[in-house]
């Protein structure tokens, strides 16, 4: 599966749009865009995924780039409970194909 | 989404005694299901996979004999930890995943509250 790059850490305005990019300039035609995130001392929380079309659903909007290189997960008006470490992950197709966690991004939501 | 629940959340043993942990998936039939382990400050390691009925693949460096793992229906995995040592306190995350889309890389994994394991 190929590896994803996120910035170690970013701020956000409580109510303000969170923006967190990620890049996987070797992603293969076949592997899909995953978001999770970890609130402290829980289990990961799914988010969105997709393949190379945009995807919304309640919690946030996934914006995939063309070339599918890069992508940015947008939470439209962040709150204070979306304080979380954020993952990025590249999963293949196949059944086998598991969910490896690299370092992740740290947003921290203010007031 | 689904709902994976763990049990217990948090254990305190002695050195050398062994520890189990249940991992159920409530509201879906779980074909694959996962371990993690997490050390503070660090990101989730994937310690093994387990489809329903077979044995568990194990992730290279985990040990087998050590850590065993149980997945004896579509709901229920377990994992013991057998002598546990100061070492071994850390994190522990299960997964489940289901198996009825055609392309499993459709197929969401869920994942548990955690355990929290500290062997003194």
């Known amino acids: 599966d190929a590896k994803t790059t996120q910035p170690p850490s970013m701020d956000c305005a409580e109510g303000r749009a969170a923006n967190l990019p990620c890049n996987h300039s070797?992603?293969?035609?076949?592997?899909?865009v995953y978001w999770y995130r970890q609130i402290h001392s829980q289990g990961p929380q799914y988010i969105i995924h997709g393949l190379k079309n945009n995807e919304t659903n309640e919690m946030a909007s996934l914006i995939i780039t063309e070339d599918r290189k890069s992508s940015t997960l947008i939470l439209p008006h962040a709150t204070l409970r979306d304080t979380a470490v954020y993952y990025c992950?590249?999963?293949?197709?196949?059944?086998?194909?598991?969910?490896?966690f690299g370092k992740g991004t740290m947003l921290l939501v203010s007031p | 989404g689904a709902v994976v629940s763990q049990h217990p959340s948090r254990v305190i043993c002695k050195s050398g005694t062994s520890v189990k942990i249940e991992c159920r998936s409530l509201?879906?039939?779980?074909?694959?299901m996962f371990w993690y382990r997490q050390f503070p400050k660090q990101s989730l390691m994937l310690m093994a996979t387990s489809n329903e009925g077979s044995k568990a693949t194990y992730e290279q460096g985990v040990e087998k004999d050590k850590f065993l793992i149980n997945h004896a229906s579509l709901t229920l995995s377990t994992l013991t930890v057998t002598s546990a040592h100061p070492e071994d306190s850390s994190f522990y995350i299960c997964?489940?995943?289901?198996?009825?889309?055609?392309?499993?890389?459709?197929?969401?994994?869920?994942f548990g509250p955690g355990t929290r394991l500290l062997v003194l």
């Open positions: 997964s489940a995943r289901a198996g009825t889309r055609r392309e499993l890389a459709q197929e969401t994994q869920y």
């Open positions: 509201d879906f039939q779980a074909t694959t």
């Open positions: 992950i590249v999963r293949g197709m196949s059944g086998y194909s598991t969910l490896t």
């Open positions: 070797t992603i293969s035609g076949n592997e899909y």
